[in-house]
Nanobody, 123 residues
């Protein structure tokens, strides 16, 4: 059984910073690409930033220069450092991971999502 647990959300004033954490646990054979997405009510879930297993990253234009994604493979954890936060960054932030598990001699590759963490930026 594999799961993602997020933490670090909260309420912050515009211009402030928050750091989100996402840790994968369970019988993981390999942790591939991981990413942060966000969603506001009535809208689709959008990519914020992603990071490959070797560390290459991709950021949404709206967060370039303000958010930084990183990962610690030894801890199966990714982070999202969010600086210069704006009210429009308010959303539920979700972690997503591409995970491989080994069951017997069978490799399984699938995506899982975390439960989400609320980020609220006040003006």
């Amino acid at each position: 059984q594999v799961q993602l647990v997020e933490s670090g959300g909260g309420l912050v004033q515009a211009g402030g910073s928050l750091r989100l954490f996402c840790t994968a646990s369970g019988s993981i054979f390999r942790l591939n690409a991981m990413g942060w997405y966000r969603q506001v009510p009535g809208k689709e879930r959008d990519l914020v930033a992603s990071i490959a297993s070797e560390g290459s990253t991709d950021d949404a234009n709206s967060v370039k220069g303000r958010f930084t994604i990183s990962r610690d493979n030894a801890k199966n954890t990714i982070y999202l450092q969010m600086n210069s936060l704006k009210p429009e960054d308010t959303a539920v932030y979700y972690c997503k991971a591409d995970i491989m598990t080994l069951q017997g001699d069978q490799l399984h590759d699938f995506y899982i999502w975390g439960q989400g963490t609320q980020v609220t930026v006040s003006s």
